[in-house]
């Protein structure tokens, strides 16, 4: 199984795989307005290819609360939407066991994405971009709940 990718709003929206040994990097998230790139490793084994998405994020009481996991299956796609209008998608090919990361925008600005690095562990930032606003799995909004407030958001594939 490959490493998790986890997408949070520390700030900004960050993008980044725990990848022991440092891995490959996705640098073509830096490579324009609709930036696109691949996770590193095959999400699944032999026929038994899966990516899952797990939601945890705190409430404004400091109540951590965990959504999921929800399941993506052939061609299947979670959107994370951001304050400043601007997304990043996951989508899952069960047939190459590889995840696809897009980040794109909603609106007029187009995403400015920034990599920054410790040791070999590579970080995408998204640097327009607030707060996660909207997380859909499969075409089923699973965040927000409606009427709870969050302070910190996180989205973890694997």
């Given at each position: ?110 995403p ?8 070999t ?29 969050s ?8």
């Open positions: 199984m490959p490493s998790p990718v986890i997408i949070d709003d520390g700030g900004s929206t960050r993008i980044k795989q725990l990848v022991s040994g440092g891995g490959k990097k996705m640098d073509k998230l830096m490579e324009g307005p609709n930036n696109e790139d691949e996770a590193d490793g095959n999400f699944g084994t032999g026929a038994s290819a899966s990516c899952d998405v797990t939601i945890v994020f705190i409430k404004t009481d400091g109540t951590p609360t965990t959504l999921g996991p929800f399941s993506m299956g052939p061609s299947d796609e979670t959107v994370i939407l951001s304050q400043g209008n601007q997304r990043v998608k996951a989508k899952f090919n069960p047939g190459t066991k590889v995840l696809k990361l897009k980040v794109d925008k909603t609106g007029s600005a187009d400015i994405v920034e990599a920054k690095q410790v040791n562990q590579r970080r995408y930032i998204v640097t327009n971009a607030g707060a996660i606003t909207n997380v859909t799995v499969a075409g089923v909004q699973q965040f927000p709940l409606t009427g709870v407030d302070l910190y958001t996180m989205v973890h594939l694997a």
